[in-house]
């Protein structure tokens, strides 16, 4: 901004007040600006501005004098310091000329370097401005790739979840022992189609010994009981144990050694487990009880307990329980069942010229296309957008030393000034005086 102040003819005493009061009256401004910067150097991504270089004033002399100017700069551009908050969603923007993109409670965008961003009772990310972050979501992990028709959205936690997966596998590793009609028992939780998880206890038996021409070994049965109102279909069959429906049970035949498995149910691979749960949900799922004639499963082991290994894949469905960054910007979303999955990425707009953008209060910017130029938005850590410290706060690009040096030379000019205006006033005074 430019003020333009009229040539005053400064052979006069009411040319030379008329001038001297402006310059007076600019110097106020920029000691105000100093003042400001003073008051902003300890800001989180606090920013100054300068009014002038210097108050041009001459009480008798040509036509130069006549014309002051006040000229307000913003000095934007630049990177403050990181600052550790010990705050997960804190974030410092490590480019100078990017910004965060947010967003108002009525939907209005700006631009802030501010990055106190943290859970509002919404369980949206926002600073404590209240603004809140705007950032790219992902569809199912995958990120969008074109930014410039991408529609940004506020990161709202509120409606994270994590899909649910179904039970495909089941793996046993177990060692059997016990007498023939001796029954060992595990239960184990599973997930059906729909992500509930499911209670099935795995019943093995001990059987009479299976007996060839030559040779004999024992054979264990395993069946499968499932929880109320469910139906364990085809072999494994017990069905609910308060049923009356006959077992249908898989048949695991040992070496005549006792020790590796060499069929199962009279083929070298088990059955798949296929249950019929209540609401009509289900649960298919590959059984693994090892290889023939190898220990890599189910084994059958000499004196003791039976020991039992389960592990089995699928998932309830997650709810939202914390945000992870990373320097790239890259957001992840922890839930409550253990899996964390990409949600998102953090968004940057950047700017020609970010000292032309139109400066608000509380840290926040606009674009004006004539200084600034159009935002052009990046993710952060590709091209210049720079990367992003994550859990610090940006510092100040204030110096305290210069600003308060040039206090002291506003405060001087002002003062001398000041003395210049008294003495032309006492100088009228006196010619009104003779007048009289």
Known sequence: MSDLVPRFDNSTLTGALCRDAIALNNT?????????????????????????QSVYYSHMGGEAAGVLQNDVRYYIRGAGT?????????????GDASFFPVQDQDGNQ???RVGTFDHNTK????????????????????LPTDLANTNLS?????????????????????????????????????????????????VFTRNPDWTSSSSSGQSWSLTVQAPAGSTVNGVYSAGDPSNSVPANPMVINFDSTNKYPISFNGNTTPPAISITCPGGASINASMNLGTINKSDGVIV????????????????????????????????????????????????????????????EKGLYLPNINSSGGVMYSYIGEASAGKVAVGALESSTIEIIPQMAKMIERLQQFNNMTTVLNSINDMLDTVNTFKT
């Open 123 to 142: 369980n949206q990310l926002q600073n404590h401005f209240g603004m809140k972050l705007l950032y790219a979501p992902a569809v199912n992990g995958v």
């Open 82 to 94: 990181p600052v550790d908050s010990q705050v997960g969603t804190h974030l410092s923007l490590l």
């Open 301 to 360: 082991i000499n004196g003791g307990q039976s020991r039992l290994q389960v592990q089995v894949n699928g998932q309830t469905t997650g709810a939202f329980k914390s945000l992870i960054f990373d320097e790239s910007g890259n957001v992840y979303a922890n839930f409550d069942n253990g899996k964390s999955e990409l949600v998102g990425r953090l968004v940057v707009g950047c700017f020609n010229n970010p000292d032309g953008l139109e400066m608000l």
């Open 110 to 112: 700006y631009f802030t």
């Open 28 to 52: 106020a401004k920029a000691t105000n600006d100093t003042a400001h910067n003073l008051a902003a150097e300890a800001t989180i991504a606090g920013r100054p501005r300068h009014t002038f």
């Open 154 to 202: 506020v990161l709202d936690c509120s409606n994270m979840s994590s899909s649910a997966i179904q039970t495909s596998e089941i793996t046993f590793r177990c060692g059997l022992s016990g007498d023939v009609g001796k029954s060992f028992t595990r239960a184990v939780t599973v997930h059906d189609s729909s992500g509930t998880p499911r209670t099935l206890n795995y």
